[in-house]
C-alpha cells in the first residue's frame, strides 16, 4: 500500500469527476428535485411538519442520493478502464481511494441538500428546544462517511452480476439500516437540542459500526476484484 | 454408522424437547403463563438460526481461501437452512405475541431486527441467482455473505438492547428468563433445544449439499 498513489487515485477521481461536470450537476439536482417533490408533497404551505418526520425525511432522501450516486463508482465504469486500475494498483488502494472519494462526495451532496432541505422544508419545534448544530453536522459527517464505506463495497459486489442497479439498493438497504437508525437518532438528538452526553453512545456505536464496515471491505476487496 | 451419531443425537434431543418442552412443568408466571414453553421453540430457532449463518459465513471464508466450489455449495445451504430457522422464528413469536402482546406485529425492535436479518440473507440468495458462472458467483456471494455478517452483529445483539421499550422478556424492565427460572426447571430443556434444532438444521442442509454434489457429478 501506498500513500502516494492512494493520493493520487483520489486526485484521479476528483478530477474525472470534475471533467464530467453534468453527472455531478445531475446529482445535485437529483437532490434538490427530491426535496422540492417532498416539499410539494407534504403541501408545506399548509402546515409544517412535525421533527420526527423531518428529520426521517431528510435521511431518506440522503439515502437515496447516496446510492444513486455511490452506485456509479465501480458499476458505470468501463470493463477496460477498470482493467487498467486494476494493473497499476493494488486493490487495498483501489478500495481505499475509492471509499475516500465516495466520502468526500456524500458529504458534500449532505451539506447542499442539508442547506436546500432546510432552507424549504418548515419544521414545528417542540418548545424551549434548540438546535445543536454542530452535533447536527457531525451526525451528518459520520451518516455521509458510513454510508460512502458500505455502498462503495455493496456497488463492487452488484457490479459483479448482471442487473446492477435495481441489485444495489436490494443489497445495500438492509446493511445499511443500523447506520440510518443510529444516524436518525444522534440527529434527533442535535435537533432536540439534548445534553451533549446524552450522544455520546450513539456516536462512539457510529463509529465502531463505520470501523467493522471499513475494515471487513479493506480485508474481502481482494477476493472481489479477482473475478 | 460412525459418522451418523449425530443424526441420532438431533433425533433423540429434537423429541426430548418435544415431550418435555410440553408436558413437564413450567414455572407459573403473570401475562406468560403456559406460554413460557415457546421458549422451547421459538427462542430455540435464533440460537439456532445463528449458528447456522456463523457456520455458513465460516465455510465462506474457507471458500475464499482455497477456491473448492464444494465449501460454497456447504456455505450457501447452511445460510438457506439458517433463513428457515429464522422464518419459523418469525412464526412461531407472531403466534405467540399474538397471546401475550395482543397482536402479531407489534414493531418491537427484537422483530424489526429479525426482519432485517432475513432481508439480508434474501439478498444473499437473490444476489447469487443473479450470476451464471459458478465459480464468479460463489466468490462474490462469499464476499457478500461475510459483509452482511459482519453487519448483522451489531443489528441484532447491539441495537435491540439499546432500545428501552421492547416488549420482549428481558428488554425494556421485563424480566427475562434467568430471573424467572431460579431452580433451572426451563434449563434443561432449553440447552439440549438448541443444540437438537441446530443439529436438524444442520442435517437438512447436509442432504441438500449432497443433492447438489450428485447433480454436480451427474453433470460431469
Redesign the interface.
Known sequence: MNKNQIFSLIGKELLSEWRQRFALNGMVLYLASTIFVCYMSFGLKVGAIDAVTWNALFWIILLFTAVNSVAKSFIQESRGRALYYYSIASPIEIIISKTIYNALLLLALALVGFVIYSFVMERTNEDGTTFDLLYFLIAIVLGSLGLAS?LT??SG??A????STS?MA??S???I??II?MVIKLSKNAMDGLDRSVST?EIL?LV??NA??FA??YL?FP??W?? | MKKNWWKALALILVTYTLLAGLLMDAPRLNILNETIRNLHFHVTMWFGMVILLTASMVYAIKY?RSGQITLDDKSVELAKAGVLMGALGIITGAVWANYTWGEPWSGDSKQNAAA??L??YF?YL??RN??KDE??RA??S???N???Y??M???LF??PR?DPNSLHPGNGGNPGFNSYDLDSKLRVIFYPAVIGWTLMGAWLANLRVRTRQIERALED
Open positions: 458500505s463495497m455493496i459486489i452488484a459483479k452480476a448482471e442487473n441489485l436490494v443489497l438497504f438492509p446493511v439500516l443500523p437508525l453512545d456505536i465502531a459500526i467493522i464496515v471487513v471491505s474481502l477476493y472481489l479477482r473475478s | 475464499l432485517i436479518c432481508l439480508i439478498a437473490v444476489l443473479s450470476m465459480q464468479q466468490r462474490v462469499g464476499v457478500y461475510i459483509f452482511a459482519a453487519a452483529i451489531p443489528l447491539i441495537l439499546l
